[in-house]
């Protein structure tokens, strides 16, 4: 039996990594949704809202296939943060974030085009923010690593070395919850051993 068709809407490539790590080999299709179109203050419906805007727009361009749409923030002090714009917002960010903890919300939806069935959930894991100072900050930003990544960091990269724990899904923080695709594929009535 053939593999089903697995698209990955999003052009992040450590999600495209996970999904490789786990044996399934997406065909990659970014969806260029404008994400300022959603203007939603709950994190969960902000995430869920923006993973099935970009899963229904990459789906327009496929009849067959399971397409997974994905979008991530972080929460700080009931602050939201997506991916900062600048350098000076990105140090401005840790300096508050640094010593705290924050929710890293990375909302999934994942189309069955054959059944036209959804699953639209949400990951949620906590992170705490090693307390570092000024200079650490500014070098970390000058890397170019945070400006690419939703709550200024990436938990795979540099940006590693500044987390001390989580709690809940490691693989949410990096943008995509393998234990949840795991279980929303089996409700569509898939195994992750079908993509092998």
């Keep these: 039996m053939s593999k089903p068709l ?7 490539p450590a999600r ?23 203007k939603l203050s709950d994190p969960v419906e902000l995430v869920e809202t923006l ?21 991530s923030i972080l929460t700080v002090g009931g602050e939201i943060y997506g991916k900062p714009e600048t350098v000076a917002e990105a140090i401005a960010r840790w300096q508050k974030m640094r010593g705290q ?4 919300y990375t909302g999934h939806a994942l189309f069955d085009q054959k059944q036209g069935k959804k699953q639209i959930d949400c990951g949620i ?33 540099k940006g590693g070395l500044f987390i001390e724990k989580i709690e809940g899904c490691h693989s949410n923080v990096i943008g995509l919850s393998l234990p ?17």
């Design 101 to 104: 903890q924050g929710k890293l």
């Design 6 to 12: 697995f698209i990955l809407g999003s052009a992040s």
């Design 125 to 157: 894991t906590t992170v705490y923010f090693a307390n570092i100072d000024d200079e650490i900050i500014k070098a970390y930003v000058n890397s170019g690593e945070p400006l690419k990544c939703a709550g200024s960091f990436a938990l795979e990269g």
């Design 51 to 71: 993973a099935l805007k970009k899963a229904e727009k990459v789906a327009e361009e496929f009849t067959a296939g399971l397409i997974l749409g994905c979008d």
């Design 180 to 196: 949840l695709l795991r279980k929303m594929l089996t409700q569509l009535g898939y195994q992750v051993t079908d993509f092998w």
């Design 16 to 38: 495209r990594k996970l999904l490789q790590t786990v044996g399934i080999e997406p065909v990659v299709r970014q969806s260029n949704f404008d994400e300022n179109q959603i």
